[in-house]
């Protein structure tokens, strides 16, 4: 089950030469007099329990941290439990201060490499969605945070913190991010949504050989007509750089939805589900990439990035299973270590999945695991043993057997985020939801779509039809 493999990363990479080698603070080593009279350096793992807090046990600290409901005291009291100590959380946060940032990027960078040799084909191309998402910081202002995803392999690749003050830039953020480490983006496909259609950030890909599908803002005509005139003249020598160096795919779709709607405004609790229309609903994107045609061609381009989906997943993932929405730490460095923690253990838990998937007899096709029943688990059970190599091969076994569970994915299977709490967010969005379905397929019926507002008429613009008749037959 690899435990040994994972445990010795932990141990190789916490543990004082390193740590030293890493910090400008140095923390002091601990020395035992032997039986010859001669001073024996221990490991961190040897430490008499009565003289120091361990370092495995200060990691497992901060990884226990970043659990949603967990907090410093009752990991301290589980700690001092499971060792029978008596240590405080000053202590724990004290020594776990001089652990530095570096030591939870080099436990992640191992781990991923470790994962990237069981399980990815290095001949093949990855594809990495990237993305921006928003937390709170301790004083509840919002923060950016910009997310890389391996979307080939299913697992994270970067989760970075820029701050209140990047506020509204991902595409820069983007940049700045390329530039620090553009080992990332080797071999692989970058894909973004419309957020990231800047010519600025298309050509800075092109220039640095990065190949790229990111959706189109409008029809994109402006890039492939040579003959548009440019207003903005930054925009001219852009588009004019880079115009030869891309295409534009234009991909065409619609898709079916069934809406429940009630012109009874005082009684929306009780929507008469007879009410129901089916709408036929235009779905086109227009995509630019700079990847070749002959080998991905219009319909392998959508579909990759339709793959980009899996970012967003997995940012909702993490705020629902991890310490992410709000960081209540106010030090930086300390939120930094939590992003680490987080996609280090998802890293762990993808590992242990792979391996218990092989080892089963029956089909597993259409079948995926729950991650949210296994992260429950894993920080329950088994983090402290795995991280201070205290649990056997057997043990994993057997919490595998106990946790991972499958279910079975039904093709456009959905279940609407609908709260049952009283004036909950939920509860409130499914009235607004239920209200603008009335006001959209009133508004078309009647050919009054000009009178509603912006976001409606968007909306209503994208129906072609209404329970199978043209929206175009309203007209009158």
Known sequence: MHIKEISDIFKNNCNYSVINKNNN?????????SSSGNEVKLHSSEVSLNSKIKLLDVLSYRYLYSH?????NSNTSLLSFTNKTSFSRQAYDAKEANIPLAIYSNIFNDLSSYYNQLYVDRNKLRLLAVDGTYNRDSNFNEVLNLGVFDCTNSI???????????????VSSLINLISNDPSIFTSSILVGDRCYFTYKLIRFLITNKIKFIIRVKGDGTHISDKTKNIKSNNNYNNINFIRNKVRIIKCESTFMKTVY????FKHKRNVNKSDKHVLTIKNDCNLITNLGRITYDDDTCLNLYKSRWDIETFFGFIKKNYKFSVMKESKKISCLKNYYCTITIDIIIKILIKNFTKTQTKSLINHKANYTNIVKGFFQFMLIDLITDCTTEANLLQFCKSYIHYNKIVKNRSYPRVSKTPFSKWYIKKYSILTDNFKIIKAIMTNAIDKLNKNLKSKANQIIKIDNKNCCDYIT
């Open 261 to 264: 709607m009630s012109n009874n």
């Open 25 to 33: 603070k140095k923390m002091k080593e601990i020395f035992q007099i």
């Open 156 to 170: 994270p690749v970067r989760l970075e913190s820029f701050g209140q003050e990047c506020k509204n830039k991902e």
């Open 68 to 72: 949603p409901q967990s907090s410093k």
